[in-house]
Structures are given as C-alpha cells and as structure tokens.
C-alpha cells in the first residue's frame, strides 16, 4: 500500500515578504531574500511569492527615493529663485528679531510709575525738529565677535565684513545728496526717494514693496523708535541685500544701513542680528 507523499510547506517568509511589499517596502525586499535562501536550503514553496515580495519593494524603494528627491530639487529650486522675491525686491516682508513674525511700527508700553520715555520719531515728527539737530548710528557692531571693521568711517561711511565673509554691512549718515528729491515737510517720500537712490531701484519698486521699519532710539533696548523705511532684494551685483534708510526732510540729512550677503538667508539674519545691536541718536 503506497502512502501519498505530502507537499513541501509554504515558506512563511515568502508569504511576509509578499503582503509587506505593499506597506513596507524595505521589510520586503528583507524577508524576501531571506526566505529565497531558506527556500533554497529546505525545498519548501513560495519562491514565486518570495521573488514578488522583492521586486515590488524594490519598486517601492525607488518610488520612495524618487519622491525623496524630487522634493530635495523642489526646495533647492524654491531657496534659488526665491519665492518672495520678485525682480530687485522681496515681495513678503522681512522676519523682524526686535518682534517676531511682524513687521509693524510697535508702540512703547506704557508704565505710569516709569520715567518719560523718549518721544518716537515718527516721519510726521521728523519734519518739526529743530534746525541744528543731527542724527548718527550708533555702532553696535563695535567689538562684536560675528564683524570686524573692514572700512573705517570716512565722509559718513563706514563698513563691517562678517568673520566668515559672507556678508557685508555698510553705514551710512549725512547730508543728503544735492540730486535727491527733498519734500519738505514729508519724511515719508523724501525716505522713499533715499532708498530708491541707495538701492539703485525705480520709484515704482520702492512704492510697492518697500516696508515700514523702525530703529530703536538711542539705545536698542530702549522702547522709543524712529520709523524707517526698508527694501530688500539683490544689489546690482546680484548679491541679496537688505536696506533700512530714514531721511530727514527738514534737517536734510539722512542715514541707512544696507546688509548684502551670499545667500538671501545670511541676509535676513545679519538683518536680524544687526538692527537689534543698532540704535539711532538724534540730538
């Protein structure tokens, strides 16, 4: 009497390797190696299933890296081109250290026990100060361990280079330019026309994405401000910048700050980072 002899047993790893191939990819292409190499070793089936299991997880794998990639390429796309920049400008404002996420002029809190703080110097309280009165940058870059002076104060300009030389900071206080269109009793526009000129851009560019900003007066933890004006985009170079710029109409005078740096990045912070070190004096 003959016995009937019993097929070989499916291979559970063949099995595993196959249903994992759908959800995890790199746990397929695993057991199903392995289950190949026991399958070889022991006879039993489920090498069709094993051989499945691998390819799609293989498949999966490449799908998983190509997409992995693809969104790689598309952020290096976005960071070169940049997203909120458009032309010589950025379209978005810039992130503002002395108050995160906003760009608005803040107004000094306000404590009945405290000393009178310094009143702000709006553009509107630009136009009535006194003949005579000059304002100066204070240089909270002096000693700072991220700049070294690299050009010394001369005719009201003086300029920092970061340690790593990947950015540049120049200042700038003085009479305004004898070409410069100077509307007397409007700080605002006669601003507008200072940046435009320190930017190389048109009138049009600053009318429509220049922001008000503001300097900290006298001190930069003090709460008094003096508004400005701020455009940031690429210098003519095509290197991003930065500039912050107040003229005063009355005094004819104006200073500015313009940060230029590799990469828009390094811009905005050294923006960050130099504007909560630096304070106006008018006096």
Known sequence: MSTLQQP???????????????FLSLMAVITGHIALSQIRRTGE???????AGIVIGY???????????????????????????????????????????????????ADPYAPAAPSDITFDAGTSL??????????????????KLTTPKADGTWVYTSTDGRCTTTFHEGALDAGLDVTKGDDLATTDSYLAALTSS????????????????????????VETRRLAGNDSGGRPHVAVARAFAALEQ??????????????????????????????
């Open 254 to 283: 104006g200073v500015s700050i313009n940060i230029a740096c590799d990469t828009k990045a390094l811009a905005i912070d050294a923006y960050d980072h130099v504007l909560s070190k630096t304070a106006l004096l008018v006096g």
């Open 130 to 147: 006194s003949s005579g009165t000059v304002p100066h940058i204070s240089d909270g870059l002096l000693g700072d361990s991220l700049w």
């Open 59 to 109: 498949i999966g794998l490449a799908a998983g890296l190509l997409t992995t990639l693809v969104v790689i390429l598309a952020i290096v796309i976005a960071a070169a081109s940049g997203g909120f920049w458009h032309r010589n400008v950025i379209v978005g404002p810039v992130p503002d250290a002395r108050g995160p996420g906003s760009t608005e002029v803040p107004s000094p809190s």
């Open 202 to 225: 048109s009138a049009s560019d600053v009318a429509d994405f220049a922001d008000d900003d503001y300097i900290t007066l006298d001190q930069p933890e003090d709460n008094a401000i």
């Open 8 to 22: 070989p047993r499916l291979n559970a790893l063949a099995i595993l390797s196959l249903v994992s191939a759908f």
């Open 45 to 51: 089936r489920g090498r069709e299933f094993a051989v």
